[in-house]
């Protein structure tokens, strides 16, 4: 070998020592798990015992689900201002008016957010965008949020009727923050039921933690939902990801997993929120549950329609039945199909004219035989002719049966 | 800025060193000497202290008060806190003006000695190519660090000059106090300097490529410009975390509650990846190529 010859050795070399560094790592850290075989149920039980209530952890968000990316930050107007106002529950109100924006923007693109837990009580949920962040601070009573964009607070103080369960997810709604691989997997576990089959995937490592994988599949093929993977660290129980696999797509059409976990308390420092100088500060009120005096959009109080046995706040079974007590022509949901399948149908003249008549909606949807449908990989939308609204994550052939049995 | 009416002093130098073998340390003191009394890259320095300078006169003179979630990032809260001023001026310096300096400092190493005709007296003492070439790169980071750090000191004088200072509040919400917001507007600088030092790895290289230093000077800022619109295309994502610019803005991650220091540990990483793989480049060609002016 010559001296130039040599002289340009190194330049062959490293890419190659780069390119081995890139593989090996990663194929490490997903090398194979094995750990002692438990039955599906036994991980149920593995999950459902788990006692992890101190975390602090990194989540990653991300979805494929066909919608298109919309800029951060971009001030486009509300798309749909009441869209949670339809249940009777109560719902605060929209602080302003790009929160749908936003709240779609994380249905978009992956998104990262750090996590720390203490308790049933004490919460903060931090956002990482880039050059900003979203937080999200529960300590107690006391809700907080904060956005750095705007340099903005919203102060909520919980009633203290509220049980643990209830304030978070109104956290959760109102801060329109990325769900925990935690949260996301009760809510699937809880569905769980006849229509769907429970069975063990492959062992695997999360966050650096080695975990059971299960897998739950939908029995119908009435549905987008090809299956929904969660994964639980097989030492704690706690639920590390969650990846909802839509039909006829190959990547996730949406997947919450910790990137790193620490069980144990974080500092109690990060509970303790105080508005920064200079932040604009808002007091947000929370609007009281539903009691027998509410008033209801016919007239009649709630109390009316349940005469004797209306005492207090509602129950989510009480709300229902009365739902299906309220007169005809009241605006209410009503949902078909009890599981995978299901589809919420909204009557005619819910969904303001204006809305429908946008060329930005002509736009996202597209005609189909009955309406218009829109459309991504784990929810479809009919909006029929006569005004009524269908959606669920389901096929449209289902939203249209839906709708002609009508 | 002239290239030919800057006189590269090389008397500089000779006087202070060895005529036989100098050493690499005197080797490098000359070449910083060099570097940092060249009139252009005064020029160069002057003109990114001017950079916080004008961001706060244009604020202290706009009359309206800027509203936040306009304009970039941080610059409304510049007229609240004067430390702001550092972040956004090194926000707003790192696309362009910074790497537009390095460029200019980075392809002159070679090429411009090559050009005056230098290159072949600098290789004629016994000192090795490859010592030349880490003494040039040596000189780049130096130029990389002074540059980071004239618009972080120029911002914080002037942003304690012209606007009030008090507890900085952070991306997260949490305040700190001045001290912490001073340590921690030191690891943005640091942050800032690393992300800069693949880039002058680049240049380095290219400079080893021509005898026209305005070439490689031109190359080297047209790869940080198609390297930014490159990591700015959502097509590409599979290419993003290889691209050099790719963690250049999470140095925001420095001022959340609490502290993040995982961007700045894969930035440092890729930018160690950009100098050994430029470098080895840089050697390669340096080493093996017929030195003729």
Known sequence: MNRKTVRWLPVAVVPVVIAAGVLIIPSQAGAAVTLPDKSAQQVLELIQNSTVR????????????????????????????GASTSDLGASVAAPDSTDATQALELLTGSHTARVYLDGDTKSRVQIMDQLAERDAVRNGSDVWFYDSKKNAVTHLTLPAGFSAAEAQAKAAAEAKVVMTPTELAKKFLAKIDPSTTVSVGQDTRVAGRTAYTLVLTPRTTDTLVGSVAITTDSETGLPLSVSVEARGQKDPAFSVAFTTVTIGAPDAALFRFTPPAGATVKEQALPALPDAATVLPNGTTLGDLNPGTM??????????????????????????????????????GTVPAELTGNKLFTAA?????????????????????????????????????????? | MSLNSVSTARSVPETDTGP??????????????????????????????A????????????????????GPPFLDQVSN?????????????????LPLTIGVVAGDTIAGEASLGTLRYLLIAPAGRIRLLLVKYAGVAAFCFVGTAVVAITGTLVGLAFFPVGRVTLLSGDTVGIGEAIGR????????????????????????LTVVPVGAMAATVVMSVVVQILDALPQLGWLHPWL??????????????PISFASFGENALLQLGYIVVFGALAIGRFASKDVLS
């Not at chain 1, 189909?368 to 449908?373: A, K, N, P, S």
């Not at chain 2, 706060?56 to 936040?68: D, H, M, Q």
């Open chain 1, 54 to 81: 101190q975390l602090s952890g990194e989540v990653t968000q991300t979805s494929a689900l066909g919608l298109p990316a919309l800029p951060t930050g971009a001030g486009a107007p509300a798309l749909a201002p």
């Open chain 1, 311 to 348: 005492t207090g706040k509602l129950t989510p079974e009480q709300l229902n039945e009365l739902k299906a007590k309220l007169p005809a022509g009241t605006p209410v949901p009503v949902v078909t199909g009890t599981s995978w399948d299901a589809v919420v149908s909204l009557p005619a």
């Open chain 1, 365 to 406: 949807t597209s005609a189909v035989e009955g309406g218009r449908l829109a459309s991504s990989a784990l929810l479809n939308v009919l909006f029929t002719t006569d005004g009524r609204v269908f959606a669920g994550a389901v096929p449209l052939e289902r939203l249209q049966a839906v709708a002609a049995t009508k």
């Open chain 2, 20 to 49: 036989a073998s100098p050493s690499g340390g005197s080797l490098l003191r000359s070449e910083l000497i060099v570097l940092f009394r060249r009139g252009r890259t005064l020029a160069m320095l002057g003109a990114l202290a």
């Open chain 2, 51 to 70: 950079i916080p300078i004008m961001i706060a006169l244009a604020i202290k003179l706009s009359p309206a008060k800027l509203s936040a979630a306009k």
């Open chain 2, 81 to 97: 806190n004067g430390l702001f001023l550092v972040v956004t001026a090194l926000l707003i310096s790192l696309p362009l003006f």
């Open chain 2, 185 to 208: 507007l030191s690891l943005v600088s640091s942050f800032v300097f690393v992300s800069l030092l693949g880039l002058s790895a680049i240049g380095l290289f290219i400079s080893t």
């Open chain 2, 244 to 257: 050099f610019s790719h963690y250049w803005i999470d140095f925001a991650d420095l001022l959340r509650q």
